[in-house]
């Protein structure tokens, strides 16, 4: 984390951290929220756009990953599942699948998927 990102994290500034990392590419966005403490992690990207959150989704370990679609309010979870690819949703880390609120969910990673898909 770069020390202008770090310093509006220090101070708690999810809203100037999120219009700072709307530019960065999907890896260097999941590269910082792996260093964001687990329960800032939905407090900062319950500030980023959806489609940021859902570009950098893939990018990310399936524990962040759960963390950040469990933390979601309904209607910012929606947002974001409404903008994940289909590629991207077979990249995700995936086992056997359940139905979940506005999707499917794995068993194993948690990561909820906008189709559905049969096996």
Not at 71 to 97: C, I, N, W, Y
């Amino acid at each position: 984390m770069d020390k202008q990102l770090n310093a509006l994290y220090q101070n708690r500034d999810f809203v100037g951290m999120a219009n700072m990392l709307e530019d960065y590419t999907p890896e260097a966005l999941a590269g910082v929220l792996g260093e964001v403490a687990d329960g800032d992690l939905v407090l900062l990207c319950r500030e980023l756009n959806p489609d940021t959150v859902a570009d950098a989704l893939v990018e990310l370990p399936a524990d962040r990953q759960k963390i950040i679609l469990s933390g979601l309010h309904d209607d910012q979870l929606k947002e974001v599942m409404d903008e994940v690819s289909v590629s991207t949703v077979f990249s995700l880390p995936t086992a056997r699948v359940i139905t979940l609120r506005y999707g499917l969910v794995s068993a194993s990673s948690g990561v909820i998927c906008p189709i559905s898909i049969r096996y």
